[in-house]
């Protein structure tokens, strides 16, 4: 199985940015997906979940409402839009699977991406 994330880059604050992680070795229909940051010196954290439908997503409250998780089951693809960035985005951002629903604890994902760098200036 391997998650391969990309689309971070470096923005100034209220830009936006696209996040795309591309699923292979696994039927990716039967996976719940969660995105996760990392912050130096901070323990992960999560950030957005969508089930295996896309029928249900939920987000931490710091990203309500600038933030979009979806999926795309014929390209093995998740997605995370980020909108209005904040200099507190700043992170490495992973993707993660898990069989069926969706999770917020980072322990509940059983495959992990890489991740990708997301830097926010003010």
């Known amino acids: 199985v391997q998650l391969q994330a990309s689309g971070g880059g470096l923005v100034q604050a209220g830009e936006s940015l696209s996040l795309s992680c591309v699923a292979s070795?696994?039927?990716?229909?039967?996976?719940?997906m969660g995105w996760f940051r990392q912050a130096p010196g901070k323990e992960r954290e999560f950030v957005a979940t969508?089930?295996?439908?896309?029928?249900?997503?939920y987000y931490t409250d710091s990203v309500k409402g600038r933030f979009t998780i979806s999926r795309d089951n014929s390209k093995n693809t998740v997605f995370l839009e980020l909108n209005t960035l904040k200099p507190e985005d700043t992170a490495v951002y992973y993707c993660?699977?898990?069989?069926?629903?969706?999770?917020?604890?980072?322990?509940?994902?059983?495959?992990w991406g890489q991740g990708t760098q997301v830097t926010v200036s003010s």
């Open positions: 993660a699977a898990r069989w069926g629903g969706t999770s917020k604890s980072r322990y509940e994902y059983v495959y």
């Open positions: 969508i089930n295996w439908s896309g029928g249900n997503t």
């Open positions: 070795g696994l039927t990716f229909s039967n996976y719940g």
